[in-house]
């Protein structure tokens, strides 16, 4: 309540009388505050404006926090900061992400599987393939090869950049040592420049990749993916990268959380990262459950073009078969892709090849053929689906296989439909 006032009052011409009067009802009266005459005119209207519309601006929301949450991963935002320190001088303004100091995360992708589909799996292992071999050692047959041929083909003059300067030796030696430590800050000057070198590949191997930090590989493989072409990125991630995610995932039974952001980097090459990592991997038949799945949990996450995944199930699918090929398979699959049908066709060749097949098979491959069917069980044709469902009689599952065949039965064929068009 305001303080009370006195207000004025006149009743004709005599004396004023003075009467006691609060705020509030001066104000409801109007006598002590007037309406301003003036009007405020708006110089935009409103039939001017205008708005974006609810599903256009979710579609903003939405794209805009997925590019946020890409930088965050690629910043390191995500994990938890402490204090960096910066290891290797470098010049200029150019800014590089920083991971924290602890290098102990992981990522570690759950494989659930039963004992007798493990020895079932083992029937389909390639038990002929060469001794595991050290990332020092594939490096260096791959680099003797090329110089050989190098020496075979190119002049003397050309010859001459297969010898370094010891002077560039030292140098990278001692990049070298610095990738062993790092942690995180700026990658040394002499490092950025190597995907531009003729000669890349042998004074990477002067750097010691095998001794490289997990933090320090991430790195390489975003400058690498960056900076080369898709043959040469190729050989980088077959030769460097892969053979450093296997040892990883067999040495700790799980994947540091470097190392898997530097396989999701290495998928922005696709048909590098198919012929260097995904289908080496199918082809060595020594790939493990566990490699495949944390493999496939890129493939299954990531945005892949039609065109390279096509390719991929084109080029498994005629493969020998291991129990990766299935995971792959059915990742792949999964995603739903409008696939040509010389691709369907190839596919369905690969489950009919195990008609006289007389090994168990596991239920990876079960559930590779379940998935297949009820994603183009439309797409193939009557000859096809008679001899899948011969096929289901030959390697029946008790769960898995009436799913199948009722997704056959309760199906069109695509040669029907073309029978009904051209009637």
């Known amino acids: 309540m305001g303080k009370s006032k006195k207000g004025k009052t006149r009743k004709g011409a005599g004396d004023p009388v003075y009467q006691t009067t609060s705020l509030s009802e001066q104000i409801l009266e109007n006598k002590s505050v007037r309406e301003s005459q003036r009007n405020k005119i708006r110089k935009r209207q409103d039939d001017d404006e205008t708005y974006v519309d ?11 926090r997925q590019q ?3 930088l965050e991963v690629d910043c390191g935002i995500t994990t938890s900061r402490k204090k960096t320190t910066s290891l290797g001088q470098s010049t200029g303004s150019d800014e590089e992400e920083e991971f924290n100091e602890d290098d102990d995360e992981y990522y570690e992708e759950v494989v659930e599987i039963d004992e007798d589909d493990e020895k079932a799996l083992e029937n ?15 490096i260096m047959e791959k680099l003797t090869e090329k110089k050989t041929e190098v020496a075979s083909q190119m002049s003397d003059m050309t010859a001459g950049v297969i010898d370094l300067d010891p002077r560039v030796i030292e140098v990278y030696k001692g990049v070298g040592q610095i990738l062993s430590r790092y942690r995180s800050g700026k990658l040394p000057k002499a490092f950025k420049i190597v995907p531009s070198l003729q000669s890349w590949e042998q004074v990477l191997y002067l750097t010691e990749p095998e001794r490289w930090t997990a933090a320090a590989m991430y790195q390489a493989t975003r400058i690498f993916s960056s900076n080369l072409n898709a043959k040469m990125a190729q050989r980088f991630f077959n030769l460097v990268l892969l053979p450093r995610v296997r040892d990883d995932i067999a040495e700790y039974k799980r994947l540091n959380f470097h190392l898997y952001m530097a396989l999701k980097k290495s998928l922005f090459k696709p048909a590098a990262f198919f012929k260097g990592i995904l289908l080496p991997l199918c082809e060595c038949g020594t790939c493990t459950l566990r490699e495949a799945t944390v493999v496939g949990s890129i493939v299954s996450k990531c945005s892949i073009p039609v ?23 059915k990742l792949l699959l999964d995603k739903k892709y409008a ?27 079960h559930q590779s053929l379940l998935t297949f069917v009820q994603r183009y069980k439309e797409d193939i044709s009557s000859e096809q689906k008679e001899a899948l469902m011969e096929l289901l009689r030959a390697h029946p599952h008790e769960t898995i296989t009436p799913e199948v065949r009722r997704e056959l039965m309760h199906s069109k064929c695509r040669d029907a439909e073309d029978m009904v068009t051209e009637a």
Do not use: C
């Open 68 to 70: 946020q949450e890409e």
């Open 54 to 64: 609810e599903k256009l601006s979710r579609k903003i929301l939405d794209q805009a």
């Open 124 to 138: 389909f292992m390639n038990k002929s393939a060469p001794a595991t071999r050290t990332l020092a050692d594939i």
């Open 307 to 329: 065109l390279h995944s096509s390719a991929a199930l084109l080029k498994i699918s005629e493969m020998d078969y291991t129990g990766a090929n299935s995971i792959f398979l």
């Open 339 to 365: 696939l040509p049908y010389r691709v369907i066709d190839a596919v369905v060749y690969h489950f009919l090849r195990f008609v006289n097949d007389k090994r168990v098979l596991p239920v990876l491959w």
